[in-house]
């Protein structure tokens, strides 16, 4: 959108300089003010300057740059492989899903438990694939700083439903350190795939390279069809 402005930007100040230079009648003052017009910028409307803040956004989220190094990979399997492995705990042992949720007052912990589950499996497979990295790392960050919120500071004053942990310090500053460093390791190696992308071994990447060497729809020759034998 931004090239078309342009476009009818120079447009616009052809039109007038050719308009002021073929009337013989023009002043010069009024060569420069027509001149000066035609300098002026296009102003963008809201509804544009959102449409291309949106095509910014999605272009960010869908088309990541590749330019992370290649050990990236390093930092996808280790962040997916805890996330896949946390969501397949919470259906395999209740006291990790349903059972917890229920304790810490999670609303719905029925319903929550296997939605995040399900997330933690889908998600943890995707950034081991490095597909789809920067959209779901999103999910996994919110989900990071909800489960600090709410099992962190209660930790911390020493009113936790949860069992406690099983050896000195159990509760203040840190007991929460202790006790956080997973759920830290893993907002923080969200937020780096964020950031930085999935890498060049990756799907996306894959992907992109196959798109951008994929000719146009309108450039793609067919075969020519054999004529028939006579």
């Keep these: 959108m931004s090239m078309t402005l342009v476009r009818m930007r120079s447009l616009r100040t052809v039109f007038l300089l050719k308009c002021a230079g073929s009337t013989m009648s023009s002043t010069p003052a009024l060569r420069v003010e027509l001149t000066s017009r035609a300098m002026e910028p296009i102003t963008s409307s809201p509804v544009d300057i959102g449409m291309r803040t949106l095509q910014r956004l999605i272009d960010f989220l869908f088309n990541p740059a590749l330019t992370a190094p290649r050990s990236t990979v390093l930092v996808r399997l280790m962040a997916g492989g ?23 007052g999670i609303p719905a912990p029925a319903l929550t438990a296997t939605f995040v589950g399900g997330l933690e499996i889908v ?5 081991i694939a490095g597909l789809l990295t920067r959209v779901i ?30 050896a000195l310090p159990k509760v203040g500053f840190w007991a929460v350190m202790h006790e956080t460093r997973s759920d830290y390791a893993q907002i923080l190696t969200s937020i780096f795939l964020l950031v930085v992308g999935p890498g060049p071994w990756s799907l996306d990447a894959f992907l992109q390279r196959h798109h951008r060497a994929a000719p146009p729809v309108g450039q793609r020759s067919e075969a020519p069809h054999p004529l028939p034998a006579q």
Excluded: D
């Excluded at 998600?123 to 950034?127: E, F």
């Excluded at 960050?141 to 406690?164: D, N």
């Design 82 to 104: 805890v996330f896949l492995s946390e969501g397949i705990l919470k259906f395999v042992y209740t006291n990790q899903g349903v059972g917890r949720f229920t304790k810490i």
């Design 123 to 127: 998600g943890g497979i995707l950034l």
């Design 137 to 166: 790392a999103i999910p996994f960050i919110i989900e990071m700083v909800v489960a600090i919120l709410t099992t962190k500071i209660s930790l911390y004053l020493g009113t936790s439903p949860l069992p406690p942990p099983p």
